[in-house]
């Protein structure tokens, strides 16, 4: 079984503060996503990554970065983060073909105060 | 543009209802696969079921069906006979089958199911 791996469930950080949430899979999937889950709108991809050291913008990339450094793992950054960013957020990883699903950690509650 | 619509927002049921979550989609291209996950409270979204677009067939998996209708753009799903453990977050997704959007799926909003006992 995939297993995608969130550092945190839970999270409480400030205003202001750099902010790393972090994701590991143990498949060797190319593909990782980071979205974040907010009542009424659904899940919004903020970043996603296709290879080591590649990123491509989602639909809310602002505020946000990432990284990937390693294949397994792929981090979210918050660079100073704000109490609208407080959020679930969900990351995922595929491998590189179509029909293949995505598989999905167990999410990550943050609360900025 | 890829979009997809879950016109539901939350529909509550008492056990052993037969229940239809809808689920609305467009795109432009021609080859796409359309997913289903589950979000039970514990949060972590659950892969229910993928579709491609060019295979129309219904799909029976136990209580939960699927009814994959390309004329109409939609692809429902449908759980005879639920129980309290149905009680989730049903989110539909798109899939492009283009290199360019490298995997990404495009989400419903996702309806809010209630199963009372």
């Known amino acids: 079984d995939v297993k995608v791996t969130q550092s945190s469930r839970y999270l409480v950080k400030r205003t202001g503060e750099k902010v790393f949430l972090e994701c590991v899979q143990d498949?060797?999937?190319?593909?990782m996503f980071w979205y974040r889950q907010d009542p009424g709108l659904g899940l919004r991809l903020i970043y996603f990554?296709?290879?080591?050291?590649?990123?491509e913008k989602g639909d809310i990339p602002e505020g946000y970065s990432v990284s990937r450094e390693k294949k397994e793992r792929f981090s979210l950054i918050l660079e100073s983060a704000s109490t609208n960013q407080t959020s679930m957020y969900l990351c995922?990883?595929?491998?590189?073909?179509?029909?293949?699903?995505?598989?999905f950690g167990d999410g990550t509650r943050l609360s900025i105060l | 543009a890829q979009k997809v619509t879950q016109a539901q927002t939350e529909i509550s049921v008492v056990e052993k209802e037969d229940v239809t979550l809808d689920c609305v989609y467009e795109?432009?291209?021609?080859?796409?696969?359309l997913f289903w996950y589950k979000q039970p409270p514990s949060g972590e979204l659950v892969f229910l079921i993928r579709?491609?677009?060019?295979?129309?067939q219904n799909e029976i998996s136990g209580r939960y069906s699927w009814n994959f209708q390309k004329s109409t753009s939609s692809f429902n799903f449908t759980i005879t006979a639920s129980q309290v453990v149905d009680s989730a977050v049903y989110f539909c997704?798109?899939?492009?089958?283009?290199?360019?959007?490298?995997?990404?799926?495009?989400f419903g909003r996702g309806t809010q199911l209630t199963v009372w006992p």
């Open positions: 995922a990883s595929t491998e590189n073909r179509e029909s293949r699903p995505q598989h």
């Open positions: 498949m060797d999937h190319e593909n």
């Open positions: 990554s296709y290879d080591v050291k590649m990123k």
């Open positions: 795109t432009r291209d021609t080859t796409y696969y």
């Open positions: 579709r491609n677009s060019f295979d129309e």
């Open positions: 997704a798109l899939r492009p089958d283009r290199g360019s959007t490298l995997g990404r799926l495009y």
